[in-house]
């Protein structure tokens, strides 16, 4: 077994290993040093030993002893437990139970802000070291532990169960876990800052977390919807920048360079999740999505489709970005001067206020539309306001190039 069949047997197997220990006593913090000390161990002694038959079993068995070798430590410092509780002994039985999805459940927990949330996730069940969590997000490493050391302080004091929660609770708690996914692949896919475009790396740990959860609840038309929404965005990665680094857009990439396994996988989940009883916001970007992926060239997009899906999403689910979205297909339908208009509506929403996407957006479409000085001017702001570096060049080759 080679160096990375280790590193992905590992990551497989960390979040439920944790989930095995923390079902089992209870100590999120706790339980996760012990898993990180058996991972390590594993990651020496298994290329040099072999990789055991059961290699859960014997992580889990590891861990706890770890783990119970902490607890008497603990308590014999603490003097107040007492010795049965101390010599716990480690069951040899190890169940055969994958615990990932009360684990992302649990790392989703309502109390926490949507950055701890994403960050725990990626730590517990993903299996990211914190430096790792900080480099991706662009965070010094001491500023991610404490976010990490407060997320796990706030589940503690919470009091939370390690169980599935029921009905309308347990479907609300998913959407988070399902958002929590998408927000890691977003950053993935297009980094809010730095000089990358994408981290192709935080996009395929979303794809693997979303893969998990799929596997578990693969009749879930939403959990299916978002599976296939990334695959079929991360398909187009080698076609999203030229050997530069800057920036392509989707009208003008080579197909050619579309991943089509993925393609074909995310084409196939994206009909499958069309064909439940209900419609949610990721079946229906997933549906957007495998619209522009069945286009053999973008002079071939069903533009009509993609608006009339951008219809039905804003009417379930209103937001100005899907808003900004359905404008672009409008214009393509119609003519600029229509997706202008829609985009006027969305000028007194303070939470798009200088941003960069309506900027650059309303500069393609007054460019499209004859208003070279206006588009220019729109260029120069949207640069100004995006964090990323590639996003950056890109708007101020297009202002250039009108300038010219």
Known sequence: MTAPDFEDLLRDLTPQVLGTLVRRYGRF?????????????????????????????????????????????????????????????????????????????????????????????????????????????????????????????????????????????????????????????????????????????????????????????????????????????????????????????????????WERDLLDEGTALAKAALAGPELGPYQLQAAIAATHADAATAEETDWAQVHALYLILERIAPNPMVTLNRAVALAERDDPKAGLALLATLDGDQRMAGHHRLLSVRAHLLERSGDRAGAYDHYRRAAKATASLAEQRFLETRARRLQA
């Open 29 to 257: 913090e706790g339980c996760e040093d012990a898993v990180q000390e058996a991972v390590l161990a594993a990651s020496v002694q298994w290329p040099e030993e072999g990789v055991p038959d059961n290699p859960r079993g014997w992580l889990v068995t590891v861990a706890a002893r770890r783990l119970v070798d902490q607890i008497r430590s603990d308590h014999a410092r603490r003097e107040r437990e007492t010795a049965t509780t101390a010599a716990e002994v480690v069951p040899e039985e190890v169940p055969d139970t994958d615990d990932t999805l009360l684990l992302l459940f649990l790392c989703c927990h309502p109390s926490l802000t949507a950055a701890s949330q994403t960050a725990l996730t990626l730590r517990a069940v993903g299996g990211l070291t914190t430096a790792e969590i900080a480099r991706a997000f662009l965070v010094p490493e001491a500023t991610m532990a404490a976010r990490i050391s407060r997320a796990k302080q706030r589940i503690r004091s919470a009091g939370s169960s390690f169980a599935l929660p029921e009905g309308a609770e347990r479907e609300e708690r998913l959407r988070v876990v399902l958002h929590v996914l998408y927000l890691i692949f977003n950053e993935g896919y297009t980094a809010s800052s730095g000089s990358e475009l994408h981290r192709a790396d935080l996009a395929q740990e979303a794809i693997r977390l979303a893969r998990m959860v799929h596997a578990q609840l693969p009749e879930d038309g939403e959990v299916t919807g978002l599976l296939s929404l990334m695959l079929l965005t991360h398909a187009r990665r080698a076609a999203r920048t030229t050997a530069a680094g800057d920036l392509v857009p989707l009208a003008e990439q080579d197909r050619s360079t």
